[in-house]
């Protein structure tokens, strides 16, 4: 027969202070579209400008869904290949770091990449 004394554990029940609570006007597809959005650096940005390079609404879309693709496989780093630009988009981030015009990628040499992303 065991004689020893066991101390019973009950469990810490929070407080409602310290219970953080969500929205309810927010719901999953609105968390999962914020999540998507990509942000563009300030440097990106100053380069899209400077050479006047225009992503279309739905263009820009099925970049935001395949960077959310590449960050499922995994992908920190990715070269995005469009017809008229290409971009380098941190997807840990969600962020385009850099842009450039198509014409600008025929001698480059694209390091510290693990994917890349074409759209036609």
């Given at each position: 027969?065991?004689?020893k004394?066991?101390?019973l554990?009950?469990?810490?029940i929070?407080n409602?202070?310290s219970v953080?609570?969500?929205?309810?006007?927010s719901?999953?597809?609105d968390l999962?579209?914020?999540?998507?959005k990509?942000?563009i650096s300030?440097h990106?940005?100053q380069r899209?400008?400077?050479?006047?390079?225009?992503v279309p609404?739905?263009?820009?879309s099925?970049l935001?869904t395949?960077?959310?693709?590449?960050?499922?496989?995994?992908?920190?780093?990715?070269?995005?290949?469009?017809?008229?630009?290409a971009f380098?988009?941190?997807v840990?981030?969600n962020?385009?770091?850099?842009?450039?015009?198509?014409a600008?990628?025929?001698?480059?040499?694209?390091?510290?990449?693990?994917?890349?992303i074409?759209?036609?």
């Amino acid at each position: 027969m065991n004689t020893k004394i066991h101390a019973l554990h009950h469990p810490v029940i929070p407080n409602n202070a310290s219970v953080k609570r969500v929205q309810s006007n927010s719901n999953f597809s609105d968390l999962l579209h914020k999540e998507s959005k990509l942000k563009i650096s300030k440097h990106a940005q100053q380069r899209m400008d400077t050479r006047n390079i225009q992503v279309p609404d739905a263009k820009w879309s099925q970049l935001e869904t395949k960077v959310s693709e590449a960050k499922q496989k995994g992908i920190n780093e990715s070269l995005v290949l469009m017809d008229n630009a290409a971009f380098i988009v941190n997807v840990k981030n969600n962020t385009v770091i850099t842009a450039m015009e198509r014409a600008e990628t025929k001698s480059k040499i694209f390091t510290n990449i693990n994917g890349t992303i074409l759209i036609d």
